[in-house]
């Protein structure tokens, strides 16, 4: 079934640097693809999506560009804040479910 | 606009005790999950349903059962509780895949611990 490999972390910043994490997916055909964020003490929120290659999913700042020629995925920002501190979740649909990745833990220090 | 639901958000079980998790969704959902989030095991599925009284086991089915009676809810129950279903339980909901990929919305959690 469809997989993904998530970049585990955890990641610790200072506000204002550069955010990266890796995902590298494993599908039959082109699924479309999700960042997810979960925020201390609450339930995984959908950040960003993207539904075909070369498409650019962005919101709040983060982007992520589905490239199937890497079978890629990586959510970016470029500057980040202590309010970005969270896990964030890459998944992918697998037959009725979703498969996610371990989570990446991000801590933004000020 | 509600959203995903879930109750209670917290509690206190002693080992063998039973009880039930309730979800409920108001966004006319088809599919509805159940997953518990671990430290170091990320999520992991219990239980999911496709629609109204279907459901089907996920990677971690032992020890739960659930039910799927009305469109808008989706009941976990342990019949036994045990220390390691200790964990954050989290409900999701999404349309159903003939209307693509859809994302599946989730839960605030409900925190279980058993002693």
Redesign the interface.
Same mark, same amino acid.
């Given at each position: 079934g469809n997989s993904v490999t998530q970049m585990e972390g955890p990641v610790t910043l200072s506000e204002e640097a550069f955010l990266t994490i890796n995902c590298t997916y494993t599908a039959t055909g082109y699924p479309s693809l999700f960042w997810y964020v979960q925020y201390p003490g609450e339930g995984l929120q959908l950040l960003l999506k993207a539904t075909k290659a070369d498409d650019k999913g962005s919101n709040k700042g983060f982007e992520a560009t589905y490239r199937k020629e890497t079978t890629s995925f990586h959510l970016e920002k470029g500057s980040v804040q202590v309010s970005d501190s969270a896990v964030y979740f890459c998944a992918l649909p697998n037959d009725y479910k979703l498969s996610f990745g371990a989570g990446t833990t991000v801590t933004v220090r000020a | 606009n509600a959203g @995903?639901t879930q109750t209670p958000k917290f509690r206190v079980l002693k080992t063998g005790q039973s009880m039930t998790l309730l979800c409920a969704q108001d966004m006319n959902h088809e +599919?509805m +999950?159940w997953y518990r989030q671990d430290p170091g095991m !990320? =999520?992991r =599925?219990i239980h +999911?349903s @496709?629609g109204e009284g279907t459901t %089907?086991k !996920?990677e971690v089915p032992d020890g739960y059962n659930v039910s799927r009676l009305k469109k808008q809810n989706f009941l976990l129950g342990l019949e036994s509780a045990a220390p390691s279903q200790t964990s954050v339980y #989290?409900c %999701?909901s999404s349309y159903r895949?003939d209307r !693509?990929?859809q994302?599946?919305? #989730?839960?605030? !959690?409900t925190r279980l611990s058993i002693l």
């Open positions: - | @995903v +599919y +999950y !990320g =999520l =599925l +999911y @496709v %089907a !996920g #989290f %999701a895949r !693509g990929n994302p599946q919305h #989730f839960g605030d !959690g």
